[in-house]
């Protein structure tokens, strides 16, 4: 039997869909890899937000998979809608990458003093936390896969951009003076591979279970339901961090409004053994401290 691997066609998820592919070699298992072209891939000009945001990367490998087309799809689990279609299931993940953003930047970092710096970025995520702590600064849209974006930088009169540290890591992009941004909170699940098949597929799923990480599962599903419980899709301005240590979690996740203004975060040891259960808790607490206004005001806008 010969597992066929859907991916979309980017240079970063075909370096994911191999490294699934490397996995599965490992136990055993014979594999083709099968990319295709998702709506967001074709469209690089409108911001995220306004294309959907939730499974706009991720559609068309859950059509494909329900058709047969595919035996699983490799996704960027920060890209992945928290409740799957349904015929569809979250089976396993590889080992979490670095989950930090970075700051490339050009020439020197004088600018972070100025009021009128530019910063380029697709994340409202990031784009909201940006402002929270330099609210002077613009923010302009940036879209494309790694190497566009990290073009487009180097091409416009813009002073940074903001990454996720893992794709650049997988594509050797990192610029040696890159700044890693500590302070940001990361999007749930970010540097997580995650690997879906059919929900009725028995038998490949407990073949996945062979090359599941458990504590990437187990981070993985702690921000996942914080971010479910907040009522954010995958383009919402949430963040969230869980890091496993002897007893349980180490938690720090936030809410942010669209302008940055206002934000409601917690951080905090979280410990039990339903990691769902644990993200559910931190996004209750979260909205309980006056998140709820600031998810509705997000609702009412995006």
Known sequence: MIIRIGTRD???ALWQAEAVAAALNNVGLQTEIVPV????????????????????????LDDILLQDGIDIAVHSL??????????????????????????????????????????????????AQWLHKYPTHKLTNLRGNVQTRMQKLYDNHWHGAIFAKA??????????????LDWMIPAPA???????????????????????????????????????????????PIGALAI????????????????GKQSVGIERHLSGEDPVKLGREAANEVLQKGGNAIMMDIRENL
């Open 10 to 12: 980017s240079k970063l």
């Open 37 to 60: 072209k998702s709506r967001g891939d074709l469209d690089l000009k409108t911001p995220l937000h306004q294309m959907g945001g939730t499974g706009l990367f991720t559609k068309v």
């Open 78 to 127: 920060k890209d992945y809608p928290t409740v799957s279609p349904d015929g569809i299931t979250m089976a396993a993940v590889l080992p979490r990458e670095d989950h930090r953003d970075l700051l490339v930047y050009k020439n020197n970092l004088d600018f972070l003093s100025l009021e009128a710096a530019v910063i380029a970025t697709g994340s409202i995520r990031r784009r």
């Open 167 to 180: 794709g650049l890591l997988r594509m050797d992009m990192i610029p040696d003076d890159a700044l890693e």
């Open 190 to 236: 970010q540097g997580v591979v995650g690997i879906a098949c059919k929900s009725d597929n028995v038998d490949l799923i407990e073949t996945l279970s062979a090359i599941n990480h458990q504590s990437s599962w187990e981070t993985s599903m702690i921000e996942r339901a914080f971010l479910n419980t907040l009522e954010g899709g995958c383009s919402a």
């Open 244 to 259: 496993k240590d002897s007893d349980g979690f180490q938690f720090r996740g936030g809410v942010f409004s669209l302008d």
